[in-house]
């Protein structure tokens, strides 16, 4: 059975399709990623004893196994495929003793036929998802919109300034120290500079485009809030907190810009 295992983690692992389907290009972020959420612990079970380390390594191995291949499944349920967890067994088990029931090829193409179908229904549900994210974000925007000194630009950025700064605004060649707060319309905050106890320092034209557009409104000292829709941010695309299509809010402060260093002149010929 020289390709079973590889074909049965190819096909489980597409339960996190939902959150690959949109990373086809790796999106700029917006400033440091925001991380995403530690995995859960399985619950141990204490003062387990093994007869050797084989054992234990073996029983490890049994669950390592289970615990992914349970995520796997609890994922493809919220996709609507839900298999049947005996069978699971019954097939884990009967290959184990070469009793399979069926046949390398049956396996490999009936695995096949089930990925299309995840991806299929991990799709749809992604679309589903952008679409509403999507609808949410255009109330959202024309509710703020029409708040006092919002401004519009062209390319559908809203912000608001509530502090003009001084001096200057950065180019897209300058590095910017920024402190700032990230959220999705319902306040849910997914970043936070403050909370890191540490400004961002990064260049201006390596970020998302509402924040390389936004930025340039702002002088040093400045504050101002960044409505982003999702054509400026992320579109699409799923990252760590931030689901697909959906409408950013930043607070934003301009600690301070620092221009692209000129390039180093050329030493002065030695005298003879």
């Known amino acids: 059975m020289k390709s079973l295992f590889k074909v049965t983690l190819l096909a489980t692992s597409m339960a996190l399709a939902t959150g690959a389907m949109a990373e086809d290009a790796a999106p700029k972020t917006a400033a440091p990623a925001p ?25 490890a191995l049994g669950a390592s196994l289970g615990g992914y291949m349970a995520n796997s499944l609890k994922e493809q349920d919220k996709l609507g495929v839900v298999l049947d967890r005996t069978q699971i067994q019954a097939g884990f088990k ?19 036929s089930f990925e299309s179908r995840v991806k299929e229904k991990a799709q749809a549900k992604l679309q589903e998802e952008v679409k509403a994210n999507q609808e949410k974000g255009v109330e959202y925007r024309a509710k703020f919109a029409k708040e006092k000194g919002v401004k519009k630009a062209e390319s559908g950025l809203l912000y608001k300034i509530e502090v003009a700064g001084t001096g200057a605004e950065p180019k897209d060649s300058d590095n910017v120290v920024v402190n700032y707060k990230g959220a999705l319309i319902d306040g849910t905050e997914f970043d936070n500079s ?10 201006l034209d390596s970020v998302i485009p509402g924040w390389t557009e936004g930025l340039k409104y702002l002088k040093k000292g400045g504050e101002m809030t960044l409505v982003i829709p999702p054509a400026l941010a992320y579109g699409e695309n799923m990252v760590p907190g931030i689901p697909a299509g ?27």
């Open 35 to 59: 991380e995403a959420n530690a995995a859960k612990s399985v619950p141990v079970a204490l003062n387990v004893k093994f007869d050797s380390e084989d054992q234990k390594a073996a029983y």
């Open 94 to 112: 009967d290959a184990f003793e070469n009793k399979s029931k069926l046949n390398d090829s049956e396996i490999e193409k009936t695995l096949q």
């Open 194 to 203: 403050y909370e890191r106890g540490q400004p961002a320092t990064f260049r």
């Open 246 to 272: 959906s409408t950013l809010v930043f607070q934003i402060q301009l600690l301070d810009i620092k221009p692209e260093a000129a390039a180093e002149e050329a030493p002065a010929p030695e005298k003879k």
